[in-house]
Each structure stands twice: as C-alpha cells, then as structure tokens.
C-alpha cells in the first residue's frame, strides 16, 4: 500500500472550539502569538530536537481530544498487518488485547479519546518510517527509535525498553552457541529495515551475507523450511515464535543493550507533528503512574528470561 495519502495540514494546533471575542491589546495579543509559535515549532535537526520525546506541547495544545488530527474528534493510529502477537491478538488491533493495542488504547485515552474513537489504519512497516506525509495520526509496529529513522519522522517516548534474540530449530548447529562468534558461520535471516538486522549485521557480523525477508512470516518459514539456520527478533516475539508457532525451535539467547543505553520502541508520527508533544506527554504519564509496567507484566511476562550472548 502507498506510503501515505497526502493530506491538508491544519494550520492552528489549538483546540477547534475557540472562543469568538475581540481581539486583546496589541501587547497580549502579540505574546499569544508568539508563545502559540514556539510550543507548535517542527522540528529541526538541533540536538534537542533529535529527543525521542519531540518539541514540548502545552496544556492547551493539548486539550484533550481536541487535537489537530487527521479526522476531527477520532484518533488514526496505524499498524502492520498481519498484527502479530505478543503486541496484538488474533490479528486484531481494534481489540485492546496484546501489548501495542491495550497501549495505543491508553495513550488514546490519556489524550482524551474513547476507545470508539481510535480508527486503525494498515501500514507496512517499512512505509511507517518513509519519509512523507503519513495517513496516521501515530503508528505503533514494534519500531525502534533512532537517529537514522528520527531524519525521516517524530517518535514518541519510549513505551516499551526491548532486546533482540536469536531463534534457532533445536537440532541446527545455531542452537547450541553462546556467544556471537558462535553465529558467525551460520545461515542467519531477519526482516528489512529493522534492528533485528542491524544486530545481525553490526553484532554478529557473519560470514556470509544474512536473509533478508519483507516481514517476520517469511523469515519463520524459512526457519522452518531450514533455509535459514537462526533468525533474530524481538525477545517477545521470540518467546511466541517458539511457545506457539515453531515449537521445534528454541531462544538461543538475548543480546545485552549496546552503549548501556536501552533499544526503545517509540510510537512513529509525521516529521514535524503538532501532536508528538502531546503523545509523548501521554506515554510518559503511562511510565510514571505505573500504567505500561503493568500492561508489560500482562503481555510480555516471559520475555525477561533467556541467557545473554556475550
């Protein structure tokens, strides 16, 4: 599917319903303005910029569900299909079941918006972090934030800290390493465009060029069919990979957070969005009240116990 329908932006970031008196001395007036014009500012390429957490957004910018979005009143948020679990279940965003969908529902609501106001859009992976005008007002798809991918679009806070593991089929000779060098000679694959590849790639480093899939099915097929001895994926995905769809197969192992700082998954939002103030502000209100360790712990219990590969 397209990258993204191209769409109107609104030019006033306050909330639609305005009052309609005069205007105040020229004095106020003019500080409104340019307080409204600091708080909506895209983003450039400074370093405070570069924050997961995007430009600051104030109380009233972020009125709640009163935001400048793609539909009035609704909430778009976007996601890969198929939506897989841990992060979804049966395929299904719009349930509230799984890690991404019960967070993309409390971030909604932190935002002011009901649960029949969020509407779901399919959107590939590799579209979510093209650069362009997106269809969704945020997409939530496992991305990892970076600075590489932050020159294309805004990311959100960080809502889930996550590492990569290798899945390997119990009687292939990548099921028995321990360490990196140990899958230096092995048949290695992962999807495109994500970390689990750059793990691959800059970790690993193998001696033969890794598989490259479209999407984590294919990669698992390939496990399977044994055209691939091991594939590297998100420790979640990991666990139900071998807890529910290739039961011959086992978590080799996990690899530790490089430079002491932890991978994050962010949500993705249009470069330069009114709304990554806002949405970064309700992520992080879920972190500090406990909210996303307690949906961490319902969905994604399992994922903190696999050995480390040094």
């Known amino acids: 599917m397209p990258v993204a329908n191209q769409r ?9 319903r305005r009052a309609t008196r005069r205007a105040a001395p020229f004095a106020a007036g003019l500080a409104v303005l340019l307080t ?9 390429d ?9 430009p600051s957004a104030g109380a009233a910018a972020c009125a709640k569900g009163e935001l400048a979005t793609e539909t009035a009143g609704k909430l778009t948020v976007g996601t890969d299909k198929p ?13 509230g079941e799984g890690f991404e969908s019960a967070v993309a529902y409390a971030v909604a609501d932190r935002l002011g918006y009901a649960r029949t106001d969020v509407v779901w859009q399919t959107v590939p992976f590799n579209s979510a972090v093209a650069p362009g005008a997106k269809k969704f007002d945020f997409d939530i798809n496992q991305i990892s934030v970076s600075d590489e ?22 009687d292939s000779p990548a099921a ?21 590849l750059d793990v691959v790639n800059d970790v690993i480093k193998p001696g033969q060029a890794p598989a490259v899939f479209q999407k984590n099915d294919f990669a698992k097929t390939a496990l399977k069919n044994g055209q691939v001895d091991a594939i590297v994926v998100d420790l979640p995905t990991a666990f139900y990979i071998t807890s529910a769809e290739v039961t011959d197969a086992k978590i080799v192992g996990q690899f530790a957070a490089g430079g002491g700082k932890a991978e994050q998954f962010g949500l993705v939002l249009d470069k330069g969005s009114r709304l990554t103030g806002c949405v970064s502000g309700a992520v992080d209100s879920l972190r500090k009240d406990g909210t996303l360790a307690k949906l961490e712990k ?9 050995p480390v590969l040094k």
């Open 8 to 16: 109107v932006h609104h030019a006033d970031p306050l909330p639609r």
């Open 36 to 44: 409204a014009a600091v708080g909506c500012a895209p983003q450039d």
């Open 46 to 54: 400074t370093d405070a910029a570069k924050s997961p957490a995007g």
């Open 83 to 95: 939506a897989y679990a841990p992060w979804f279940r049966d395929d299904d965003p719009t349930s």
């Open 149 to 170: 991918r932050r020159r294309a679009v805004d990311f959100s806070s960080g809502y889930y800290d996550v590492r990569q593991a290798v899945v390997a089929l119990k």
């Open 176 to 196: 028995k390493a321990t360490t990196a060098e140990d899958l230096k000679g092995v048949k290695l694959g992962a999807q495109v465009g994500t970390t689990s």
């Open 298 to 306: 319902r969905w994604l219990s399992e994922a903190v116990d696999a």
